[in-house]
């Protein structure tokens, strides 16, 4: 057995004719979300990996092995339910909605700009479908969000991008502004005398 202890997330720093070249270990959601299990590479070596207590290993991780050895991960197709919103009665809102309604139960979601991924659960497509949202059972890779105080690169890439994207997103920016200007006259009104602290 070939002990793996590294994670290299999204094989950055890597070459990539390393990575092209490295193996490559498929493993479903309920595998990547322990820091200890067992695997077999595509070359038909086992691997034993043995990652710090909380890591999450996600699909275009590398795994660096004892020897040295690159192991690309690829999150496996494994059962899941895909929630879109109804074209012709709903809106894109109803997402928003459902992805509420679900995070207040915990439950791990993948979101994606036109819908949201689950594992399944016959409760909440119910739930989901009562909600007037389309629920459909398929196989594909699940890539959960990060929980918010999560340490896992997930969020940390997230954020970063997040981050960007509103620098250079003048609309954004002038809607921000908007509502504190907003917000502030409301506070100054309640609280006249407190309209000299802020100039």
């Known amino acids: 057995m070939l002990t793996v202890n590294k994670l290299l997330p999204r094989g950055q720093g890597l070459a990539s004719v390393l990575l092209k070249r490295a193996a490559t270990v498929e493993l479903d959601w309920d595998v990547r979300q322990k820091s200890r299990f067992d695997a077999t590479d595509s070359t038909g070596r086992t691997l034993g990996v043995f990652l710090p207590r909380g890591s999450v290993v996600r699909g275009s991780d590398v795994l660096v092995a004892e020897d040295g050895s ?3 991960v690829i999150a496996a197709p494994q059962p899941v339910l895909v929630v879109r919103h109804c074209t012709e009665h709903g809106s894109p809102f109803d997402l928003l909605r459902a992805a509420y309604h679900l995070g207040n139960r915990h439950v791990q979601l993948e979101l994606q700009p036109d819908h949201l991924k689950l594992e399944p659960d016959h409760v909440l497509a119910d739930m989901l479908r009562q909600m007037h949202l389309v629920v459909t059972e398929t196989q594909a890779p699940f890539e959960p969000e990060a929980g918010a105080y999560a340490g896992g690169h ?11 994207h509103r620098h250079g997103h003048a609309h954004d920016h002038g809607r921000g502004h908007d509502h504190d200007h907003g917000h502030g006259h409301h506070h100054h009104d309640h609280a006249p005398g407190r309209k000299h602290e802020h100039r």
């Open 70 to 72: 690159l192991v690309r």
């Open 154 to 164: 997930g969020h940390h890439h997230g954020h970063g991008h997040g981050h960007d």
